[in-house]
Protein backbone atom coordinates (compact mmCIF):
# COMPACT_ATOMS: atom_id res chain seq x y z
CA UNK A 1 0.00 0.00 0.00
CA UNK A 2 1.05 3.53 -0.83
CA UNK A 3 0.99 5.20 2.99
CA UNK A 4 3.03 7.28 4.77
CA UNK A 5 3.08 8.72 8.32
CA UNK A 6 5.19 12.03 9.24
CA UNK A 7 5.62 13.32 12.82
CA UNK A 8 6.94 16.60 12.31
CA UNK A 9 7.49 18.76 15.30
CA UNK A 10 8.85 22.44 15.73
CA UNK A 11 8.79 25.17 18.12
CA UNK A 12 5.74 26.58 16.35
CA UNK A 13 3.49 23.02 15.32
CA UNK A 14 3.51 19.68 16.74
CA UNK A 15 2.06 17.42 13.67
CA UNK A 16 1.25 13.92 13.03
CA UNK A 17 0.25 13.41 9.79
CA UNK A 18 -1.02 9.94 7.80
CA UNK A 19 -2.07 9.40 4.19
CA UNK A 20 -2.98 6.58 2.30
CA UNK A 21 -2.85 7.08 -1.41
CA UNK A 22 -5.16 4.04 -2.06
CA UNK A 23 -7.99 5.08 0.51
CA UNK A 24 -11.45 5.88 -0.08
CA UNK A 25 -11.57 9.43 1.15
CA UNK A 26 -12.04 9.02 4.63
CA UNK A 27 -10.87 12.28 6.75
CA UNK A 28 -9.94 12.58 10.43
CA UNK A 29 -8.84 16.30 11.12
CA UNK A 30 -7.61 18.59 14.03
CA UNK A 31 -5.80 21.19 13.62
CA UNK A 32 -7.09 24.21 15.53
CA UNK A 33 -8.51 26.07 12.36
CA UNK A 34 -11.83 24.99 11.80
CA UNK A 35 -11.89 26.30 7.76
CA UNK A 36 -8.36 24.22 7.07
CA UNK A 37 -10.16 21.09 8.84
CA UNK A 38 -12.77 21.93 6.00
CA UNK A 39 -10.55 22.21 3.44
CA UNK A 40 -8.67 18.82 4.59
CA UNK A 41 -11.62 16.95 4.48
CA UNK A 42 -12.82 17.95 0.92
CA UNK A 43 -9.27 17.66 -0.60
CA UNK A 44 -9.53 13.36 0.98
CA UNK A 45 -12.54 12.83 -0.19
CA UNK A 46 -12.07 14.60 -3.50
CA UNK A 47 -8.93 12.82 -4.17
CA UNK A 48 -10.15 9.68 -2.51
CA UNK A 49 -6.95 9.76 -0.39
CA UNK A 50 -7.25 8.12 3.64
CA UNK A 51 -6.06 11.46 5.46
CA UNK A 52 -5.89 11.86 9.18
CA UNK A 53 -3.90 14.97 10.64
CA UNK A 54 -3.62 16.05 14.11
CA UNK A 55 -1.81 19.55 14.74
CA UNK A 56 -1.34 21.27 17.63
CA UNK A 57 0.12 24.79 16.59
CA UNK A 58 0.44 28.56 17.94
CA UNK A 59 -2.96 28.95 16.50
CA UNK A 60 -3.03 32.24 19.74
CA UNK A 61 -0.30 33.94 17.02
CA UNK A 62 -2.58 33.18 13.62
CA UNK A 63 -2.97 30.13 11.50
CA UNK A 64 -0.15 30.63 9.17
CA UNK A 65 2.44 28.21 11.44
CA UNK A 66 -0.48 25.64 11.56
CA UNK A 67 -1.43 25.98 7.54
CA UNK A 68 2.12 25.98 6.28
CA UNK A 69 3.52 23.49 8.36
CA UNK A 70 0.61 21.23 7.48
CA UNK A 71 0.92 21.49 3.98
CA UNK A 72 5.00 20.88 4.40
CA UNK A 73 3.42 17.92 5.98
CA UNK A 74 1.26 16.60 4.22
CA UNK A 75 4.06 17.65 0.69
CA UNK A 76 6.51 14.99 2.34
CA UNK A 77 3.68 12.02 3.15
CA UNK A 78 2.71 12.33 -0.54
CA UNK A 79 6.17 12.06 -1.57
CA UNK A 80 6.93 9.16 0.79
CA UNK A 81 3.43 7.23 -0.26
CA UNK A 82 3.99 7.24 -4.02
CA UNK A 83 7.70 5.78 -3.49
CA UNK A 84 9.65 5.44 -7.04
CA UNK A 85 5.99 6.40 -8.48
CA UNK A 86 5.89 3.38 -10.68
CA UNK A 87 2.81 2.66 -12.39
CA UNK A 88 1.59 5.98 -11.97
CA UNK A 89 -0.70 7.87 -14.44
CA UNK A 90 1.22 10.87 -13.53
CA UNK A 91 -0.56 13.78 -14.99
CA UNK A 92 -3.94 15.31 -13.85
CA UNK A 93 -6.27 17.83 -14.69
CA UNK A 94 -9.63 18.87 -13.70
CA UNK A 95 -12.27 22.00 -14.60
CA UNK A 96 -14.46 22.38 -11.41
CA UNK A 97 -17.39 24.48 -10.62
CA UNK A 98 -18.08 25.48 -7.15
CA UNK A 99 -21.33 27.43 -7.37
CA UNK A 100 -19.85 30.80 -9.48
CA UNK A 101 -16.60 30.18 -9.33
CA UNK A 102 -14.51 28.06 -11.90
CA UNK A 103 -11.16 26.40 -11.12
CA UNK A 104 -8.84 24.66 -13.69
CA UNK A 105 -5.55 22.78 -12.22
CA UNK A 106 -3.51 20.46 -13.63
CA UNK A 107 -0.43 18.76 -12.09
CA UNK A 108 2.51 16.72 -13.63
CA UNK A 109 4.22 14.32 -10.32
CA UNK A 110 7.58 15.04 -11.97
CA UNK A 111 10.17 15.17 -8.99
CA UNK A 112 10.14 19.34 -9.49
CA UNK A 113 8.50 21.16 -7.16
CA UNK A 114 6.60 24.54 -8.66
CA UNK A 115 3.71 26.16 -8.02
CA UNK A 116 1.57 28.11 -10.95
CA UNK A 117 -1.51 30.13 -8.93
CA UNK A 118 -3.81 32.53 -10.21
CA UNK A 119 -6.35 32.90 -8.04
CA UNK A 120 -8.02 36.74 -7.47
CA UNK A 121 -9.79 35.86 -4.13
CA UNK A 122 -10.49 39.44 -2.85
CA UNK A 123 -11.50 39.27 0.47
CA UNK A 124 -8.50 39.05 2.79
CA UNK A 125 -10.48 36.69 5.24
CA UNK A 126 -13.00 33.61 5.10
CA UNK A 127 -14.10 33.92 8.63
CA UNK A 128 -10.79 33.87 11.06
CA UNK A 129 -8.75 32.41 7.87
CA UNK A 130 -6.66 34.65 6.10
CA UNK A 131 -6.81 33.96 2.50
CA UNK A 132 -4.04 34.69 1.28
CA UNK A 133 -2.87 30.99 3.07
CA UNK A 134 -4.57 29.32 -0.05
CA UNK A 135 -1.27 29.84 -1.98
CA UNK A 136 0.68 29.43 1.08
CA UNK A 137 -0.32 26.10 1.76
CA UNK A 138 -0.29 24.62 -1.58
CA UNK A 139 3.47 26.06 -1.93
CA UNK A 140 5.04 24.28 1.21
CA UNK A 141 2.81 21.23 -0.90
CA UNK A 142 4.31 21.11 -4.09
CA UNK A 143 8.08 21.74 -2.57
CA UNK A 144 7.82 18.99 -0.47
CA UNK A 145 5.92 17.15 -2.60
CA UNK A 146 8.04 17.32 -5.85
CA UNK A 147 5.44 17.89 -8.15
CA UNK A 148 4.50 20.78 -10.55
CA UNK A 149 0.69 22.42 -10.02
CA UNK A 150 -0.83 24.89 -11.95
CA UNK A 151 -4.42 26.38 -10.88
CA UNK A 152 -6.27 28.99 -12.18
CA UNK A 153 -9.27 30.94 -11.22
CA UNK A 154 -11.69 31.34 -14.17
CA UNK A 155 -14.86 32.93 -12.97
CA UNK A 156 -16.52 33.85 -9.77
CA UNK A 157 -15.82 36.57 -6.36
CA UNK A 158 -16.95 34.63 -3.72
CA UNK A 159 -13.70 33.85 -1.65
CA UNK A 160 -14.95 30.72 0.19
CA UNK A 161 -16.07 29.25 -3.54
CA UNK A 162 -12.73 30.10 -4.90
CA UNK A 163 -10.86 28.44 -2.07
CA UNK A 164 -12.96 25.67 -1.67
CA UNK A 165 -12.98 24.92 -5.26
CA UNK A 166 -8.99 25.55 -5.41
CA UNK A 167 -9.05 22.39 -3.09
CA UNK A 168 -11.33 20.02 -4.83
CA UNK A 169 -10.29 21.08 -7.74
CA UNK A 170 -6.69 19.74 -6.71
CA UNK A 171 -8.16 16.87 -4.79
CA UNK A 172 -9.40 15.60 -8.13
CA UNK A 173 -6.18 16.71 -10.10
CA UNK A 174 -4.00 14.60 -7.89
CA UNK A 175 -6.39 11.88 -7.30
CA UNK A 176 -6.26 11.33 -11.46
CA UNK A 177 -2.40 11.45 -11.30
CA UNK A 178 -1.48 9.35 -8.83
CA UNK A 179 -4.14 6.79 -10.16
CA UNK A 180 -2.29 3.67 -11.48
CA UNK A 181 -2.10 3.29 -14.85
CA UNK A 182 -2.89 -0.56 -15.15
CA UNK A 183 -1.14 -0.54 -18.77
CA UNK A 184 1.98 0.70 -16.82
CA UNK A 185 1.74 -1.02 -14.00
CA UNK A 186 5.43 -1.72 -13.83
CA UNK A 187 6.65 1.17 -15.34
CA UNK A 188 8.03 4.79 -13.84
CA UNK A 189 6.00 7.24 -16.59
CA UNK A 190 9.44 8.96 -17.85
CA UNK A 191 12.38 8.30 -20.54
CA UNK A 192 14.33 9.08 -18.20
CA UNK A 193 13.59 6.00 -16.08
CA UNK A 194 13.03 8.68 -13.12
CA UNK A 195 10.64 10.83 -11.45
Request: glycine share 10%; proline share 1%.
Amino acid sequence: MRVSEIIRKTAETDIRLRLNLDGVGNCTTDSGCGFLDHMLTLFAKHSGYDLSVICEGDVQVDYHHTVEDIGIALGKAFLEALGDKRGIVRYGDTLLPMDEALIRSAADISGRGYLAMDLQIGATKVGEFDTELCEEFFLAFVREARITLHVSQLAGKNAHHIIEGTFKSVARTLGKATAIDEKRRGEVPSTKGVL
